[in-house]
Nanobody, 117 residues
Framework: QVQFVESGGGLVQPGGSLRLSCAASGIIFRIYAVGWYRQAPGKQRELVAVITSGGSTNYTDSIKGRFTISRVNAKNTVYLQMNTLKPEDTAVYYC???????????WGQGTQVTVSS
């Protein structure tokens, strides 16, 4: 059974930084693409960053140049370094894994990021 455990969220002032972590289990992590989603209040969950099994990355336009996704396969962990945070980055952040075109149906509890002065 696939499981994801996200951590690292919190309250931060605009312009601040946070580093999110997600530990995955139940999959052969190194062969999966992994991604970070976020869901703001009243909005749909959106995919914001992906890193493939080969290390290629892709970002949604709103976070390009500010967020960096990375992975450590030996730890079955994916990270999201978030810099220059803005109030509109406030959301619950989730990770997920994809093999081929199919993202997992399993979701973790997410980690809350709140950007506010």
């Amino acid at each position: 059974q696939v499981q994801f455990v996200e951590s690292g969220g919190g309250l931060v002032q605009p312009g601040g930084s946070l580093r999110l972590s997600c530990a995955a289990s139940g999959i052969i992590f190194r062969i999966y693409a992994v991604g970070w989603y976020r869901q703001a209040p009243g909005k749909q969950r959106e995919l914001v960053a992906v890193i493939t099994s080969g290390g290629s990355t892709n970002y949604t336009d709103s976070i390009k140049g500010r967020f960096t996704i990375s992975r450590v396969n030996a730890k079955n962990t994916v990270y999201l370094q978030m810099n220059t945070l803005k109030p509109e980055d406030t959301a619950v952040y989730y990770c997920n894994a994809r093999l081929g075109t199919n993202w997992s149906d399993s979701w973790g509890q997410g980690t809350q990021v709140t950007v506010s002065s």
